[in-house]
């Protein structure tokens, strides 16, 4: 077969003495079969329908072709499957699966794909609080920004025992000169310094910051809204706040002692500390030293300092030797000795916020919450926000589809990779949508099992 000419045919030589050609023209064919389980965790959720209803559209009804719910779906499970790039729906608009999932097999006119293109998902992600010639989509902040909470508390069908809300800042890296551009000497770099508040694997907050501010600035009013939020409907149920020594700061430990929220925050060592556990580190120095391990002490103390606090405050400081040097760590917290004792609680409830920077990493390695280089800072905020309910629905559907599978703990990037990228052929008829999915695809049973779990939840 001559293939030298065809610029759309391309020969990869021959196997068993027959040529090897392939070539683009199968037809209803796509390699996100896998998105199908996405599109059942989101009717459990029902994310992207509550979601729309933080939109307000004021585009005329008559000339509406893609309503604000199929944008999003399109935005979000775009994300999911690893499209971050508003540019890609350019080609996914025409893939079948992005039009099964948005139940809206063919356009009502001519010139328009199932779904929309990209210069219909710029118009939504550069929408204004009042409505212009050309943004007419308007989004709530307010709206969006509690139902990351309410999220959170619908996955559960009764009252937690306790719930922990781990604090972090991290960096997302600027190019060129995007508004808000600050140098951050921590990180070295610009950047942004946005705001997580985890519960677990459970995303609260994302909320994009400039980085010429304090890492704590803006988190004690945003602890005080998700509080606020759920304990208006558990209003019993014990709530920590945890985060590292950047949260350490006078006004969220003086609002959570007022409130009843306790906390366990890393705490910045100085010489007066360092000299409190003197005892401590000389005792751990000396054990290293016969043993040839590392060796810790623990002190628990009261504890205030000389100007910044407003009371004294429970201290526990780490008194480590290690590779033959003093690694002394503090942390200070509200909970009461009965209830932790000072090994326990740093150890096994305070090192647990490391835990957090994994979300975190997930979210900006496999979901692109990094990618904010939208024009204005609003953009920016939604395009993070946008990542972050494309986590919110991966997460439903591990925790609920892969339950019972080998995929329990696996990460968004690993759950896309194993189970979202099939390839498939789209047979449409009169009757069915009938999606024909690689017969030597690897984690069958997987899929029947998560597919199985979000029937039962559905219904």
């Known amino acids: 077969m001559p ?17 090897v050609v392939a070539s683009f023209d199968g037809g209803a064919i796509t390699s996100d079969a896998g998105a199908l389980l996405l599109g059942a965790a989101d009717k459990v959720l029902g994310l992207t329908r509550r979601l729309a209803g933080c939109f307000k559209d004021h585009r005329n009804p008559e000339l509406i072709e893609h309503s604000i719910e199929t944008l999003l779906m399109q935005r979000i499970i775009g994300i999911a499957l690893g499209y971050e790039d508003l540019n890609d729906h350019d080609e996914l608009r025409h893939d079948p699966m992005m039009a099964v999932l948005a139940g809206k097999l063919a356009a009502s006119r001519s010139d328009c794909a199932p779904v929309a293109g990209k210069s219909t998902l710029n118009r939504l992600e550069l929408s204004q609080p009042e409505p212009t010639r050309y943004a007419k989509i308007a989004a709530d902040p307010t709206a969006i920004e509690s139902l990351f909470v309410d999220l959170f508390l619908d996955a559960h069908d009764k009252q937690p025992d306790e719930i922990v809300l781990d604090l972090d800042a991290t960096d997302d890296p600027l190019h060129g000169h995007q508004e808000g551009r600050f140098f951050q000497g921590y990180y070295d770099c610009y950047c942004y310094l946005p705001l997580y508040i985890f519960c677990g694997r459970h995303l609260l907050v994302a909320k994009l910051r400039p980085a010429n501010i304090d890492a704590s600035a803006g988190a004690l009013e945003e602890v005080a809204r998700i509080t606020a939020q759920i304990r208006a409907r558990w209003p019993q149920t014990p709530i920590v706040l945890r985060a590292d020594s950047g949260f350490c700061r006078e006004p969220l430990m003086t609002w959570a002692e007022a409130n009843g929220v306790d906390y366990v925050f890393g705490l910045a060592r100085n010489t007066r500390l360092v000299r409190a556990i003197g005892g401590e580190l000389q005792q751990a120095r000396r054990e290293a030293e016969a043993t040839g391990l590392p060796a810790r002490r623990f002190r628990d103390f009261l504890w205030t300092t000389r100007k910044s606090w407003s009371r004294t405050r429970r ?77 919110e629905l991966l997460c439903a559907l591990r925790r609920i589809g892969l339950a019972q599978t080998q995929f329990v703990r696996a990460t968004c990037g690993t759950i896309r990779l194993k189970l979202l990228k099939i390839g498939a052929l789209v047979r449409i008829s009169v009757r069915r949508v009938v999606v024909a999915m690689a017969s030597a695809f690897p984690w069958q049973t997987a899929f029947a099992l998560a597919h199985a779990a979000l029937r039962r939840t559905t219904a």
């Open 315 to 391: 201290v526990i400081g780490k008194a480590e030797w290690t590779q033959g040097e003093a690694n002394p760590r503090f942390i200070v917290t509200s909970l009461p000795s009965d209830k932790a004792e000072a090994r326990l609680l740093y150890e096994e409830i305070y090192c647990a916020r490391g835990e957090m920077e994994n979300r975190i990493k997930e979210c900006q390695l496999d979901l692109f919450a990094d990618r904010t280089s939208a024009v204005t800072m609003r953009a920016k905020q939604l395009r993070l926000w946008f990542a972050s309910f494309a986590y």
């Open 3 to 19: 293939t030298e000419c065809s610029p759309t045919l391309f020969d990869f030589g021959t196997v068993a003495g027959r040529h």
